[in-house]
């Protein structure tokens, strides 16, 4: 499955965003998803996935609350609504596909080719 992410962009503190990850090849509706994100000098990590069928989501406690994952499998996309954004919220976002739902990076086979979000203070 090829994925490509958007919706990356420079907002102030406290705006929003959605991100969106457009996947073609194989059959979509059969991958769990994931967003990560990688600041500049840390690793990659996780910030929120879906299952397959959007029934189970997860999130990262730094984000809890304040962005949604959800996906729309008749048009093969998967979306991080981002609010009340934080300037430690900056930087690159990554979506992800799998078989299995995870939190970990590495469970991942599927990489977009990520999308900037700057926020500043």
């Known amino acids: 499955v090829q994925l490509q992410a958007s919706g990356g962009g420079l907002v102030q503190a406290g705006g929003s965003l959605r991100l969106s990850c457009a996947a073609s090849?194989?059959?979509?509706?059969?991958?769990?998803m994931g967003w990560f994100r990688q600041a500049p000098g840390k690793e990659r990590e996780f910030v929120a996935a879906i299952s397959w069928s959007g029934g189970s989501t997860y999130y990262a406690d730094s984000v809890k609350g304040r962005f949604t994952i959800s996906r729309d499998n008749a048009k093969n996309t998967v979306y991080l609504q981002m609010n009340s954004l934080k300037p430690e919220d900056t930087a690159v976002y990554y979506c992800?596909?799998?078989?299995?739902?995870?939190?970990?990076?590495?469970?991942?086979?599927?990489w977009g080719q990520g999308t900037l979000v700057t926020v500043s203070s």
């Open positions: 090849g194989r059959t979509f509706s059969s991958y769990a």
């Open positions: 992800a596909a799998d078989t299995y739902i995870a939190t970990i990076p590495r469970e991942y086979d599927y």
